[in-house]
């Protein structure tokens, strides 16, 4: 019965309405039930599905995502509550076929193993510089809220320690 409502929720069934989100810099409609997470939002409707569903809880932050330019957890954010609002996602974080900095950074210190995390850690992660919370002893208090089971965190420090010093130092 679950499966059943939620494939109708999905699906635009009744209580459906047309919401418009700009996502990646990109006007998007689509047709979705109010209870439809912005994480569904993306993930079955527009086809984005470098954010993961991990525990669909909030709880492990690979669905994180930047609304308004602030991390989120898509999982527990409305898409509906996203209308008017600017949502990026990890597929908008480079520059065409140029990766961004923590992108590079996140490859050249092997900062994943399985890489289920990476498209929430990396989120986190130019998020967390931008916020300036990148001193030493903030990072991993900072990234606390998106986990990596692979417990790849001394790699995903360094990268981020990698792009905040090449910025300058930024969050120091």
Not at 1 to 12: I, K, Y
Not at 67 to 86: F, H, K, S, Y
Not at 104 to 121: L, N, R, S, V, W
Request: hydrophobic content about 40%; some cysteine.
């Amino acid at each position: 019965m679950a499966m059943e409502v939620a494939a109708r929720a999905l699906a635009g069934g009744s209580g459906a309405r047309t919401i418009g989100l700009t996502v990646n810099g990109r006007a998007r409609e689509l047709r979705i039930e109010p209870r439809v997470s912005l994480l569904d939002a993306l993930r079955e409707h527009l086809g984005l599905t470098g954010s993961k569903k991990g525990c669909d809880q909030g709880a492990c932050g690979a669905c994180t995502v930047w609304v308004d330019g602030r991390r989120v957890l898509a999982c527990l954010t409305l898409a509906i509550t996203c209308e008017g609002r600017e949502v990026t996602t990890i597929e908008g974080v480079a520059d065409g076929d140029r990766l961004h900095p923590m992108q590079e950074a996140f490859i050249a210190h092997d900062a994943f193993q399985c890489g289920y995390c990476t498209p929430g850690q990396i989120m986190s992660a130019v998020a967390l510089l931008g916020e300036g919370h990148a001193a030493d002893d903030e990072i991993a208090e900072w990234m606390s809220g998106n986990i990596c089971r692979c417990a790849a965190y001394p790699n995903i420090r360094a990268a981020i320690r990698e792009v905040r010093d090449a910025a300058g130092g930024a969050g120091r």
